[in-house]
């Protein structure tokens, strides 16, 4: 197995990044102390408690309240530590970026930068944050309880301490009081099309706002390397997704007359491309939404008669196909189910054919410590996903299947970049996505989802691998 890096590796602290400018046609309002080229929306006075119960209405009760004083006091302890501003309405500044004291009492010199986090409502924060711990830090930030400059540097300095920020002997705790994965959300067949639906069919016209032409939902490969790939622009982001998928293409084989397998069809890019080599494409999907617009893009190329969608749980597939692929779909599999994907391949994989997925990935101590937690993301994002280990798909694919990992590609940084001109772009279309219907609230939880996202993949918290497999057994 060879493994290669896709960029210069990121090690050390993430540096506070200025976005690069957004789309042509439109200049955006930008606060005096603004960190990124457009303005967050504040959430209305009044939450339709129909609509987000969780945000509307603040946890109460005297479990809450302690709960509350509690994550205040570890907020407080913590953050004093971090390189932060957190500011307070009284004036109170904590953190490394907190003003600095000469021996007079007087503020000394300004120094370092550091990202602002302000919290307009700080007994309401932690409150949130002691009863529902992340779900609480996502539902305060879609409240209104706290704002950010940069909120995608806020939550970087967050990710990188993903394991230090709350002592240990609480860590052991934590399974005690925080909520656990709900029954009706584990990736049975019978559940996993309404966890699929709850994502992927809110509208086609939502993702069209802030994905490029390609339509295409899973990180980019870009030509550029290290300092450049950081201020890569968004006329380049649809070559870079047409380049992650021809790459995914040629490891697993595909050419004129290859059978594929893909799984997950997201918009149809990939199936068109690989129909354009002259293959013939089988996808599977859960979503309807995704169904009908990826149909309607191959019929209007030209490659009906080659490229077959349906609306199939990859568990049902039957046949025997040259080629498997499958983007970004692992995630959403749930960790019990994982060498059921597997297996699946195995089964309809044909002697000599190779299989090219692209799984991000999280380190293995992180999945083990955190595979059965429900946190703000599976809440509001993505139900039933579980983010694997490089580790964990090895050893599956080893021990329960007759595959083998050959090759991998990390490539998390193209990830981060990926995002931040998705995360741009959605913000420059905010009265666009306001008039589809999506309220404040959903704004400023599509933005946390996106710059919570990217923070994993600045830090190296997340990653995002190609890895090409075939069979132990059959020709290699």
């Known amino acids: 197995m060879t493994i290669t890096e896709a960029t210069e590796s990121a090690t050390g602290q993430p540096e506070v990044r200025r976005s690069t400018p957004g789309p042509a046609g439109r200049v955006p309002a930008r606060a005096s102390n603004a960190a990124v080229p457009y303005t967050v929306p504040r959430p209305p006075a009044v939450i339709d408690a129909d609509v ?26 913590a953050v004093r530590r971090l390189p932060l501003e957190v500011r307070y309405p009284d004036g109170t500044v904590l953190g490394k970026g907190a003003p600095a004291r000469d021996p007079a009492g007087e503020a000394a010199s300004a120094g370092t930068s550091y990202p602002v986090m302000t919290l307009n409502r700080p007994e309401d924060f932690a409150i949130r944050l002691g009863d529902g711990g992340l779900i609480g830090l996502g539902e305060s930030y879609m409240a209104g ?44 067949e019978q559940n996993t099309r ?13 993702f069209a706002s802030f994905l490029d032409g390609t339509m295409t939902y899973s990180s980019a490969l870009f030509p550029e390397r290290g300092q450049a790939l950081r201020t890569v622009g968004w ?10 998928i021809d790459r995914l293409l040629d490891k697993a084989g595909v050419g004129k007359g290859t059978r594929v397998l893909e799984i997950g069809t997201g918009w149809g890019e990939l199936a068109l491309r690989a129909a354009a080599r002259g293959a013939s494409v089988y996808s599977v999907t859960l979503s309807s939404e995704q169904q009908e617009l990826a149909r309607r ?32 779909m692992i995630e959403a599999v749930g960790y019990e189910y994982w060498a059921t994907y597997f297996q699946t391949i195995e089964r309809v994989l044909a002697p000599g054919g190779k299989v090219a997925i692209q799984a991000i990935t999280i380190a293995h101590d992180r999945l083990i410590a955190t595979r059965t937690s429900y946190t703000w ?22 021990k329960q299947t007759g595959l083998r990992v050959r090759e991998r590609l990390a490539m998390g940084e193209h990830y981060a ?16 996505v306001a008039a589809m219907g999506f309220d404040a609230v959903f704004q400023r939880m ?13 830090t190296g918290y997340l990653d995002v691998q190609q890895i090409v497999l075939d069979s132990r057994t059959r020709g290699s």
Not at 151 to 165: K, N, P, Q
Not at 446 to 458: D, I, M, Q, T
Request: net charge negative; hydrophobic share 45%.
């Open 194 to 206: 309404s966890n699929i639906s709850r994502h992927y069919d809110l509208s086609n016209e939502l």
């Open 52 to 77: 987000w119960p969780g945000v509307a209405t603040l946890p109460a009760g005297l479990k809450a309240r302690l709960a509350g004083r509690a994550a205040d006091a570890i907020f407080k302890a």
């Open 145 to 188: 309880d706290w704002d950010a400059d940069d909120l995608s540097a806020v939550m970087e300095v967050f990710a990188a301490r993903a394991g230090t920020l709350v002592p240990e002997a609480l860590q052991k705790l934590r399974a005690l009081y925080l909520p656990r994965q709900p029954r009706r959300e584990r990736n049975t």
């Open 377 to 398: 993301v599976h809440k509001y994002i993505f139900p039933g996903g579980v983010i694997p280990s490089v580790r964990a798909i090895e050893e599956i694919t080893e």
């Open 417 to 432: 970049q990926t995002l931040r001109l998705w995360e741009e772009r959605f913000m420059f279309r905010a009265d666009e």
């Open 446 to 458: 599509w933005l946390f989802y996106l710059c919570y996202s990217r923070a994993g993949f600045e």
């Open 297 to 328: 893009r191959v019929a209007e190329a030209g490659y009906a008669d080659s490229v077959t969608i349906e609306l199939k749980d990859y568990r049902a597939v039957e046949g025997e196909y040259d080629a498997v692929v499958s983007v970004e």
């Open 235 to 244: 006329d380049g982001l649809a070559a870079a997704q047409q380049m992650k």
